[in-house]
């Protein structure tokens, strides 16, 4: 039975087949493509560059789009090639033309290259119009632009030596003289600024313009216009100073400071007055060196570097041949600016010092003038102006002591015409005393090196208090003993006290040591004496010495002397028993006008020890006399004439001694007559 279908049944289905058949194939053309292929990875690079997004609208309109793509690509190649065509044929029909011009473009690409080389030749060796303005037109201001030129044609004249290697010398001869014409223009310029600047700066003030400390720097290139601007600046510097000077010394100020004190004020002291004047000068010149120093040292060798190098540009300059010390130069300028005040310190100083008639008051002064001098050493050249006066005025002032000095001493040794009768020290030796005390303290601040001190002040002392004492010595000889003694003790010791406390005086301590010890030893003699004489050992002592008691007939012999016959000695045991008691005391009193009452003790101890060591001589040598007698059997015995007796005519110190028995002639000893023992001396003396 056969099936009925519609009449476009087979159109479809043919059509339904192809369309099957196109996307079977297409799919085996897919799946049997190699992805290795650089044909399908550009393909796929290409679609990931467009950044296609996987919709059924871009799948729809992808392949419509690349045609398009690919229709206006193909179009610009087609354009671009017609305007090459065109090209080539204007090329074709302006050859000729081309052919004409070329020469011409050519020179003008030379000139070109001629106009960029002369502008860069220009920009490296011409200075512009305005930049040469500004360096050496005075109406321009100066400022870190005319430094920024100076440096600049400082490098131009400096380019200029590459142009001498040259083969045509001459344009580097030309350039090299426009710029050294400009350079010493510029610093024409530079100096005339700095001077005037110099003529209004205030010193005083610590923001000093930051443009003069470079100027000064700059300008030390030409030596010439450096000391030049320097020597302008001094001389502003020293009148300055000077009329500052002046108006300490009156009180007067620019500002009209009411509280500022003139000076003058105190002229009636000198020594006031001369310590505000050089109190005044050191802070000038402190103040004048440390501002100095900032405007000329603080930034390191700047100006010694730039000297150096003007030094190449002009090797006349003064300073040529000798190496450049900054801080030499700052003393130098110190010095010359303080000339004015230097004078006139020297002048209003001498003045103070010649109307003064106290040589104490005038050593002080010279003492004020020293101390000040050695301070400004440290801060200036030693043979600077203002060191050298105070040099000057300390000599003046010294000789000036050594004239009142001569005078007062010379008036002093008038006066001593003797002693005093207590023989107290002298009253012109207590004011001399006196002076030479204030003396020493005042030099004793003195800034003088101690290994000198000594020597430096011997001079005073000289002058002083060795013609006093020496007037105390004349005195002395005039006296007897002790008084002289006695005397010079009571002036020399004073004085070795007084100058015992200073380090500076030892040499004449010394000589004093010498003439106390001499007195002090004249006195213990003298004392020892006194012992001997009073106690009556003297006489005994006196027969003694002489002898040699070393054998019997030396010791028999001593019985023969007068002092030591039997009465004899009972008078000298008498006198020694008379005289112990109050022994010390009347030695004392032979010392009781030595002001020292501890040296009379000394020296009467010492005597009395001396004394005990003489009678402890007598008392061991008449013992020994007592024992030879002894040994030779000759005390107790009958006066017969016995050959084997001592004949009485030889015999000393004999006594007839009468018994029960009847007359019998017996020795007897010596120390029997003089019992004292030396243990007893001693303890009666201590």
């Keep these: 039975m056969s099936k009925d279908y519609p009449e476009d049944y087979d159109e479809k289905t043919s059509l339904a087949g192809q369309r099957s058949l196109a996307l079977s194939n297409k799919l085996s053309g897919v799946l049997s493509g190699s992805y290795a292929d650089t044909e399908i990875r550009d393909a796929l690079r290409l679609l990931d560059l467009k950044n296609i997004q996987n919709t059924p609208d871009s799948r729809r309109s992808i392949r419509s789009d690349l045609q398009k793509d690919v229709i206006e690509c193909n179009s610009s190649i087609v354009q671009k090639f017609g305007q090459v065509a065109e090209v080539d044929a204007a090329r074709q029909e302006n050859a000729p033309i081309l052919d004409e011009l070329s020469p011409l473009l050519k020179d003008k690409e030379d000139l070109e290259k001629k106009k960029q080389l002369l502008l860069a030749f220009n ?80 010193l005083e003030n610590p923001q000093i313009n930051a443009f003069i400390r470079r100027s000064l720097r700059t300008l030390a290139e030409r030596p010439a216009l450096f000391e030049n601007c320097l020597d302008s600046f001094s001389e502003a510097r020293k009148h300055v100073l000077t009329d500052g000077f002046y108006n300490a010394l009156t009180g007067s100020s620019a500002n009209g400071d009411p509280t500022l004190k003139p000076i003058e004020f105190h002229a009636h002291d000198a020594l006031r007055y001369t310590g505000d004047i050089l109190a005044w000068a050191h802070s000038a010149t402190v103040s004048e060196r440390e501002s100095l120093e900032s405007l000329f040292i603080s930034e390191g060798d700047e100006i010694a570097k730039g000297i150096r190098a003007g030094r190449q540009s002009e090797p006349w300059s003064a300073l040529d041949g000798e190496s450049f010390d900054g801080r030499k130069a700052l003393y130098s300028l110190v010095n010359r600016n303080m000339t004015g005040v230097a004078r006139a310190l020297r002048q209003r100083i001498e003045q103070a010092v010649q109307g003064q008639d106290d040589p104490l008051t005038i050593y002080k002064i010279a003492n004020l003038i020293s101390f000040y001098r050695v301070t400004l050493t440290t801060l200036l050249d030693p043979d600077s102006f203002v060191v050298e006066a105070l040099s000057s005025l300390e000599h003046v002032a010294l000789r000036h002591f050594a004239a009142l000095q001569s005078d007062q001493t010379a008036t002093i040794q008038a006066e001593l015409t003797h002693a005093p009768p207590e023989l107290s020290v002298p009253d012109a ?56 003694d006695i005397f010079l003790l009571n002036c020399y010791n004073p004085a070795r006290s007084a100058l015992q406390s200073f380090d500076f005086t030892q040499w004449l301590i010394d000589r004093i040591d010498q003439v106390v010890a001499s007195s002090t030893t004249n006195l213990i003699d003298y004392q020892q004496a006194f012992f001997l004489h009073v ?152």
């Design 535 to 686: 106690s009556g050992l003297h006489p005994l002592l006196t027969a003694l010495t002489p002898l040699t008691l070393s054998d019997d007939q030396n010791l028999l012999q001593v019985a023969h002397l007068a002092p030591f016959q039997p009465a004899a000695l009972l008078e000298a045991s008498q006198t020694l028993d008379d005289f112990l008691p109050s022994a010390l005391i009347d030695a004392l009193e032979n010392l009781k006008q030595l002001n020292n009452t501890r040296l009379a003790g000394d020296v009467t101890s010492e005597a009395a020890g001396r004394f005990c060591t003489d009678f402890e001589f007598v008392e061991t040598k008449l013992a020994a006399v007592d024992d030879s007698l002894a040994a030779r059997g000759e005390f107790g015995e009958s006066g017969t004439d016995d050959a084997d007796h001592v004949n009485q005519k030889d015999r000393g110190c004999q006594d007839r001694v009468n018994d029960q028995q009847g007359d019998k002639i017996g020795w007897v000893p010596l120390r029997s007559y003089y019992p004292r023992t030396s243990g007893e001396i001693r303890v009666l003396l201590s």
């Design 429 to 484: 030796l207590e004011e001399t005393l006196t002076q030479v005390k204030a003396l020493m303290k005042s030099y004793e601040s003195s800034l003088v090196p101690v290994e000198s001190r000594e020597d430096t002040f011997k001079p005073i002392l000289s002058q002083t208090l060795t013609p006093v004492l020496e007037s105390c010595d004349r005195l002395a000889k005039d006296l007897e003993a002790p008084a002289a």
């Design 123 to 202: 920009k490296r060796f011409v200075l512009p119009e305005e930049d040469l303005t500004v360096l050496t037109s005075t109406s321009e201001a100066l400022n870190a632009e005319f430094f920024a030129v100076l440096d600049r044609t400082k490098q131009i004249h400096a380019d200029c030596q590459v142009l001498l290697g040259s083969e045509n010398q001459r344009l580097g001869l030309e350039l090299m003289e426009q710029s050294s014409r400009q350079l010493n223009n510029g610093y024409q310029k530079l100096h005339r600024w700095i001077q005037k600047e110099f003529k209004a700066l205030d």
